[in-house]
């Protein structure tokens, strides 16, 4: 009869977390290639990350002025990754400060 | 029955002509395909395509003195073409001599730039082209005097209206013309050009390994790349402040960013040995103490690009360097300073 009990609750614990959480966040993947980022528009929502990796010989770095959300991730080297939270719904204009032809948007949604 | 065969056969002046043709095409497709040779022409936007009309112009404005306050000084006074289209100092003089922060850049291949200026404050030629007459510190022209001046000069009419019919004397018109007439400064075919696209003869053995070390072990083609010698990216290398003066924040002014402080755009090393001195400040006389430079990894540690690090190259490895930059000298072009309207 306790452990009856027992496992209800547990059960309904796990049902109201599971529901109490947000959906599961999801990372996007962004490389650096030849000078330019592989995606040149990223569609994502807020809570998701995106993962840039640098497969250049050279450095790259990763920034953004924009209203929606200002960051610099900063410089790094070849195969290194640096990783980004999106945190308001907009649009992101995302450029590599070292070279600026290098461009990307991201379109975040709620 | 022995029948004869109706393969083709060539007589010898045919068979030369076709090895002749074949060689010519593999010639032409490796010279197009070669990213270390020019592009024929220069890129122009589709709003002021150059037209003879516009060079013309271009290159009266471009000398002209009268489109500074005083009309002391042209585009040409810093822009020598005598001095690889710099004037050989380490900074420039500004309006009323004062002497200005930054060495002059050659505007050779200026046309090929994806961003202009040491910052990258501009971002084409026809935005740059009027920068430097308005800039306090240089010509000090304000632009609206610049237009009346002009305007007053009733020899310049007929330019505009061949260049730019019914537009008048503008900002603009000005800017397109100077840009038009700088999008004609071009390198010429230099010795490392004659060796890529064949001739073996063209450039010494060291300079050959100069070349496989700039590409390689000494990481310059990491910034100085392609056919124009650079990568239109901003890096700090490390230039030291001299005593006395204030740290050039660089492109940092633009883009507020950490790793902008102290950077400035790559310049082309096309006509590199007609251009000292050398970096941003002119802090260099010599080819031999800027791969020095290098080879130290910089001197300023604050904030240096990644990139830089010490080479370990050896003394001969830094002549070869050297006398491979000086494969990318071409022959200067021929400059004819024009008569001015009155």
Sequence with gaps: MISRSVSRVVMLTAFVVAFAMPAHAADHAVAQIKKAFTVPVLKAKVGDTVTFRNDDEFAHNVFSLSETQNFDLGSYKKGETRQLTLKNPGTIEVECAIHPEMKMKIEVSK | MYRKSSALRLSLPQVLFVAFFVLGCAVVCATESDPWLRPAAAPAPADNAPTAARVKLGQMLFFDPRLSRKASMSCATCHNPALGWTDGLSTAVGFDMQILGRNTPTIVNTAFNSIQMWDGRKKDLEDQATGPISAGGEMNMPLPEMVARLQAIPGYARYFDDAYPGQGVSDVTVARAIASYERTVLSTESPFDRWRKGDVHAVSEDAKAGFE??????????????????????????????????????????????????????????????????????????????????????????????????????????????????????????????????
């Design chain 2, 213 to 342: 070390l700039f590409q390689g072990k000494a990481k310059c083609a990491v910034c100085h790349s392609g056919f124009n010698f650079t990568d239109n990216g901003f890096h700090n290398i490390g230039i030291k402040t001299p005593e006395g003066h204030d740290y050039d924040v660089g492109r940092y002014a633009q883009k507020p960013i950490k790793s902008m402080r102290g950077a400035f755009k790559t310049p082309t090393l096309r006509d590199i040995g007609l251009t000292a001195p050398y970096m941003r400040n002119g802090c260099y006389k010599t080819l031999k103490e800027v791969v020095a430079h290098y080879n130290r990894g910089g001197d300023d540690q604050d904030n240096l690009d990644i990139n830089i690090v010490p080479l370990g190259l050896s003394d001969g490895e830094q002549d070869q360097l050297v006398a491979f930059l000086q494969t990318l000298d071409g022959t200067p072009m021929q400059v004819t300073v024009p008569a001015l309207p009155h």
